[in-house]
């Protein structure tokens, strides 16, 4: 489930789908909706939706009967409310036959002849606004137009202004119509410069944006005095995002130093905007109740709660229109009982075309491209009470403009489309003489010079406008590795990206004689060449996005292909037939692709420049970049200019690509990589002789194809154009007997199976992973402790009536470092101490911790063992004397001993800390167990009363009475020495 915020999440739209399925079963209850709703709470955003909308779609169809007779008065259909999943599911569903309505907008070539089977209930239609802008145009005879466009902004504002760009040259009506494109993701505009270029070439201005930057550029405009009512800035609002009285979503009022003065200049603007129907709000008292029942749903069953003055958007209302829509044709299929409209996506699609539909919201018109052709005002600000008011109406179906009041502007309306003196002025009467004089001799140098810097400036501003640097901040690099060579993995704006090295950044001198970096500067050669590379847009071609520089070196950053490149897909699993054609025909058509490109040829063509995306589809990358790549490294610097070297011809390379996509080709068919050794024609039939038994099936015959790009002679390969034709000639004619539903799922299949095995190789290292750090756990501390820590829980203090302590000290270790390489010192100390451990587990004790040369022990805690403990800790002891004895008495000239002290006795323990946890025991009867041991001699083991007195009891060892000491701290204590082999008497 997406979050509230994107306007396609079922938090947003649930009300929508649960009223328009409640007014159908009332209105049409012959008519029955089974939906099933593919959402998921790990999407973020609807990028990341789109990404596998196709694979849930696939996955749902699978279970469903598509098959003719199933399909008898019974239709599939997807209903979705827009975002990036519509464009993923438009191909499949256009390939299946299947009905596709959704509540957003398409470009109309793509609706009507790609997709014939879509059907749009948006608002947003382009065909609509591109009508009604032509209408504007045409009724004040405005032909000389400035497209402004943000190309930061939301990208429904670049794909319309490209639209109604494209509309008005196709009209061919004398229209002059120039472009200014900024991109505010990139920083802030010097709106003075671009209003003073345009300025000079037009007065009627379309703009395309932000609308808090459209705010800035009017307040920039007022200072240059460009609102006085000779210039008319048009803007388009395609939604409204507050219903505050007297406040659009297009507004002067931001309550800062620039009210005033946007104010003023908001009078010179006309803002279009869709009617208040398309929100379903407050026009009827049917509208009024389906308004009500929104926000309480929202509120009630989805937890989303509206802010003040926050609208009801039109996708909702789009949404709610799609079903009871939809329902209406099913209605009227029912009961006309015609059986093959039932069973084809296009003719469902026919029966929503160029017809009205009336719905609790009112009135709605899809026309016959399939898009709904919305009810658009024409508003102005009110000069009074700063409200918007209606000038003129494009009424849905109607496609003319409709005057509904009159603008109030500075000065006579229309503004003309050319001013009386032209763009430039008026000149002084006085020079009039003077340049009517001069004007006949300066003619020829005015308008040679003029094409010259015309030329150059269009050039410049196609420079400026072309978005191909990606500042180096945008860049940050995370923490996973990619196994790329020469490729670096990076994060670009939340999303993974390849960066591939284009060239160490030039140095310049500065005036004090410094070497510093300098900015990427391109040259028109070298800014032709990389806008020819951006250009490639084809599914099979991996997209280069732009260059970034760093202060040392500059990158190509280029999209991200997760499921690695081709090699790497064959070493991790095994293809079947139909896995290796489609990925055959993904490589020859992305290579024809860029041979039909400004290009003509790869460059630099190899097995590890086929990548795989995330649906399993093989793209070309590196495409252009060993051009660039010369192309930058034989340029030279001459000041921050880049003077482009001389390029090589393209022909001979193309004829090389064919080769090596041949090679590509037969490693997918083998899934061998040995094919990148050969290198002529005797070796590929050689090699093809050793593989007669490889079981490879009908891509048999594709082997024949395939040899003949080796041959000797390069004008007898063939051509890209003529593979590929061959090729899918060939996998067409086994194909017939397969639907395309059929290899989806057969390719789900082996992904799944694929999938299960890296989850059980993934599972299997994980517990071995697990076992290791259990192992270490268990080693630091007790195996109790250790599952409370697991469970997320504080293991408590416990408190230990009858305990045995021990410290076992080396005796005359601080003496063998002064004698001794300290290197030395501890590997003896480590050897030692893993003796000590190795003992202990043949008892029941535990190691507490290691002080220096100290080593203390303690049994009874954590684990209760009755009064046993004593007798285990005096063993153990036993054991360390006659180890140390026996491994270590003659090392080091015999210079250290053991000296060891017991005590029994009641301790508290507990874990200590949060960063590396310890066990650790408190009490007096550890301070006791520690001046046994120091109050003892070398070589035998001090104990005290309380735990010869046990060893009575419970042991077999013998105790010899030492008599009452003096012992520090403690007083006048009875104690005893621990008879073993080493001091026995």
């Given at each position: 489930m997406l979050p509230p915020v994107i306007l396609g999440s079922r938090t947003y739209l649930g009300p929508a789908y649960d009223l328009a399925l409640l007014k159908i079963d009332q209105v049409y209850p012959r008519v029955t909706v089974n939906q099933i709703f593919l959402t998921g709470k790990k999407y973020r955003d609807c990028m990341d939706l789109a990404a596998d909308s196709v694979d849930w779609s696939a996955a749902v169809l699978k279970n469903l009967s598509l098959d003719s007779s199933s399909r008898r008065c019974r239709a599939t259909v997807f209903v979705l409310p827009g975002c990036m999943e519509m464009w993923e599911i438009y191909p499949l569903a256009t390939q299946l036959d299947l009905l596709i309505i959704s509540s957003v907008a398409g470009h109309t070539p793509v609706i009507g002849k790609k997709a014939p089977t879509w059907i749009s209930t948006s608002c947003n239609s382009l065909t609509a606004y591109s009508h009604l802008?032509?209408?504007?145009?045409?009724?004040?005879?405005?032909?000389?137009?400035?497209?402004?466009?943000?190309?930061?902004?939301?990208?429904?504002?670049?794909?319309?202004?490209?639209?109604?760009?494209?509309?008005?040259?196709?009209?061919?009506?004398?229209?002059?119509?120039?472009?200014?494109?900024?991109?505010?993701?990139?920083?802030?505009?010097?709106?003075?410069?671009?209003?003073?270029?345009?300025?000079?070439?037009?007065?009627?201005?379309?703009?395309?944006?932000?609308?808090?930057?459209?705010?800035?550029?009017?307040?920039?405009?007022?200072?240059?005095?460009?609102?006085?009512?000779?210039?008319?800035?048009?803007?388009?609002?395609?939604?409204?995002?507050?219903?505050?009285?007297?406040?659009?979503?297009?507004?002067?009022?931001?309550?800062?130093?620039?009210?005033?003065?946007?104010?003023?200049?908001?009078?010179?603007?006309?803002?279009?905007?869709?009617?208040?129907?398309?929100?379903?709000?407050?026009?009827?008292?049917?509208?009024?109740?389906?308004?009500?029942?929104?926000?309480?749903?929202?509120?009630?069953?989805?937890?989303?709660?509206?802010?003040?003055?926050?609208?009801?958007?039109?996708?909702?209302?789009?949404?709610?229109?799609?079903?009871?829509?939809?329902?209406?044709?099913?209605?009227?299929?029912?009961?006309?009982?015609?059986?093959?409209?039932?069973?084809?996506?296009?003719?469902?699609?026919?029966?929503?075309?160029?017809?009205?539909?009336?719905?609790?919201?009112?009135?709605?018109?899809?026309?016959?491209?399939?898009?709904?052709?919305?009810?658009?005002?024409?508003?102005?600000?009110?000069?009074?009470?700063?409200?918007?008011?209606?000038?003129?109406?494009?009424?849905?179906?109607?496609?003319?403009?409709?005057?509904?009041?009159?603008?109030?502007?500075?000065?006579?309306?229309?503004?003309?489309?050319?001013?009386?003196?032209?763009?430039?002025?008026?000149?002084?009467?006085?020079?009039?003489?003077?340049?009517?004089?001069?004007?006949?001799?300066?003619?020829?140098?005015?308008?040679?010079?003029?094409?010259?810097?015309?030329?150059?400036?269009?050039?410049?501003?196609?420079?400026?406008?072309?978005?191909?640097?990606?500042?180096?901040?945008?860049?940050?690099?995370?923490?996973?590795?990619?196994?790329?060579?020469?490729?670096?993995?990076?994060?670009?704006?939340?999303?993974?990206?390849?960066?591939?090295?284009?060239?160490?950044?030039?140095?310049?001198?500065?005036?004090?004689?410094?070497?510093?970096?300098?900015?990427?500067?391109?040259?028109?050669?070298?800014?032709?060449?990389?806008?020819?590379?951006?250009?490639?847009?084809?599914?099979?071609?991996?997209?280069?996005?732009?260059?970034?520089?760093?202060?040392?070196?500059?990158?190509?950053?280029?999209?991200?292909?997760?499921?690695?490149?081709?090699?790497?897909?064959?070493?991790?699993?095994?293809?079947?037939?139909?896995?290796?054609?489609?990925?055959?025909?993904?490589?020859?058509?992305?290579?024809?692709?860029?041979?039909?490109?400004?290009?003509?040829?790869?460059?630099?063509?190899?097995?590890?420049?086929?990548?795989?995306?995330?649906?399993?589809?093989?793209?070309?990358?590196?495409?252009?970049?060993?051009?660039?790549?010369?192309?930058?490294?034989?340029?030279?610097?001459?000041?921050?200019?880049?003077?482009?070297?001389?390029?090589?011809?393209?022909?001979?390379?193309?004829?090389?690509?064919?080769?090596?996509?041949?090679?590509?080709?037969?490693?997918?068919?083998f899934q061998d990589e040995s094919f990148e050794t050969i290198t002529n024609l005797v070796s590929v039939e050689k090699s093809l002789t050793q593989r007669k038994s490889f079981p490879i099936g009908r891509l048999a015959a594709l082997l024949p194809i395939f040899s003949s790009c080796w041959s000797d002679d390069p004008t007898r390969r063939p051509d890209i154009h003529r593979l590929v034709n061959r090729v899918t000639t060939v996998l067409r004619s086994y194909a017939k007997g397969s639907s395309l539903t059929q290899r989806i799922i057969r390719r789900l299949e082996a992904y799944t199976d694929e999938l299960d095995h890296q989850v059980a190789m993934r599972t299997h290292d994980l517990l071995e992973e697990r076992k290791r750090c259990d192992y270490l756990l268990w080693a630091m501390l007790p195996s109790e402790v250790v599952d409370e820590l697991r469970k997320g829980n504080t293991p408590e203090a416990a408190y230990y009536t009858s305990t045995t302590i021990m410290f076992v000290e080396i005796a005359g270790f601080g003496t063998l470092l002064y004698q001794t390489e300290p290197e030395e010192a501890m590997v003896f100390l480590n050897e030692v101490f893993m003796k000590f451990d190795e003992l202990l587990d043949q008892y029941d004790v535990y190691k507490v911790e290691t002080i220096k040369e100290s080593y203390l022990v303690s049994s009874g805690v954590p684990r209760r063992n009755e009064e046993r403990h004593a007798n285990e800790i005096c063993c153990l002891v036993v054991s360390m004397m006659a180890a140390y004895s026996t491994m270590f008495a003659l090392c080091f000239n015999a210079t250290t001993t053991l000296r060891a002290g017991i005590h029994s006795g009641a301790v508290a323990a507990g874990v200590v800390g949060r960063k590396a946890p310890r066990y650790c025991l408190f009490g007096d009867t550890i301070n006791t167990a520690s001046r046994m041991m120091s109050s003892g001699e070398d070589g035998r083991v001090h104990i005290s009363k309380s735990c010869a007195d046990l060893l009575r009891k419970y042991s077999r060892l013998h105790t010899e009475e030492r008599g009452t000491i003096h012992v520090k701290g403690k007083g006048m204590l009875q104690t005893y020495w621990l008879r073993t082999t080493a001091n026995a008497k």
């Open positions: 802008y032509i209408r504007l145009t045409e009724k004040f005879l405005w032909q000389t137009l400035v497209i402004i466009t943000d190309l930061g902004a939301n990208i429904f504002f670049s794909e319309f202004s490209r639209t109604l760009y494209g509309d008005f040259i196709r009209r061919n009506s004398g229209y002059q119509i120039y472009q200014e494109n900024f991109n505010t993701r990139t920083g802030a505009p010097d709106y003075a410069q671009i209003l003073n270029r345009i300025n000079a070439l037009s007065r009627v201005y379309l703009y395309f944006g932000d609308p808090v930057e459209f705010r800035r550029m009017l307040v920039k405009a007022w200072e240059l005095d460009m609102v006085k009512g000779e210039h008319v800035y048009v803007v388009m609002t395609p939604f409204r995002f507050t219903n505050r009285p007297g406040a659009g979503y297009l507004t002067w009022e931001n309550r800062d130093k620039d009210d005033n003065m946007a104010r003023a200049a908001y009078r010179s603007v006309l803002i279009i905007e869709p009617d208040n129907s398309v929100y379903g709000s407050t026009t009827s008292d049917v509208q009024e109740k389906y308004y009500a029942d929104v926000l309480n749903r929202s509120q009630v069953d989805y937890n989303y709660t509206y802010k003040p003055f926050e609208p009801v958007t039109p996708h909702v209302a789009g949404t709610y229109n799609s079903l009871t829509i939809l329902a209406q044709v099913m209605e009227d299929l029912r009961i006309s009982d015609k059986e093959e409209v039932w069973q084809s996506g296009k003719e469902l699609a026919r029966q929503f075309m160029n017809r009205s539909f009336l719905t609790d919201l009112g009135e709605t018109y899809i026309d016959p491209s399939g898009q709904r052709d919305p009810t658009i005002n024409v508003n102005h600000l009110d000069w009074n009470s700063s409200a918007i008011r209606t000038l003129f109406v494009q009424r849905a179906g109607s496609m003319t403009l409709d005057v509904v009041a009159e603008p109030q502007w500075p000065s006579r309306w229309p503004p003309p489309d050319v001013p009386g003196c032209g763009f430039r002025g008026c000149l002084p009467q006085g020079r009039l003489a003077t340049i009517n004089g001069s004007v006949l001799m300066s003619l020829l140098v005015v308008i040679t010079v003029t094409t010259i810097y015309l030329r150059r400036a269009r050039l410049r501003d196609l420079m400026n406008a072309f978005s191909w640097e990606i500042p180096d901040d945008h860049l940050q690099q995370p923490e996973i590795k990619n196994q790329h060579e020469e490729v670096l993995l990076y994060i670009a704006e939340h999303r993974l990206v390849y960066l591939s090295a284009l060239g160490a950044m030039p140095l310049i001198s500065d005036n004090r004689g410094h070497q510093t970096s300098t900015r990427l500067v391109l040259n028109r050669s070298m800014f032709r060449l990389l806008k020819n590379v951006m250009a490639i847009h084809y599914p099979n071609i991996n997209r280069l996005i732009g260059v970034t520089a760093t202060p040392t070196f500059c990158y190509l950053v280029s999209e991200y292909c997760t499921r690695g490149s081709l090699p790497e897909l064959l070493s991790r699993m095994t293809l079947d037939v139909d896995f290796q054609a489609s990925l055959i025909l993904d490589a020859l058509k992305g290579l024809q692709a860029v041979h039909r490109s400004a290009l003509q040829c790869h460059g630099h063509l190899s097995a590890r420049c086929c990548l795989i995306d995330s649906h399993f589809t093989l793209k070309l990358g590196a495409v252009g970049f060993h051009q660039l790549r010369y192309s930058y490294s034989r340029d030279m610097l001459k000041n921050g200019t880049l003077i482009q070297g001389k390029k090589d011809k393209p022909t001979a390379q193309a004829k090389n690509d064919v080769t090596v996509i041949a090679r590509i080709a037969l490693e997918i068919i």
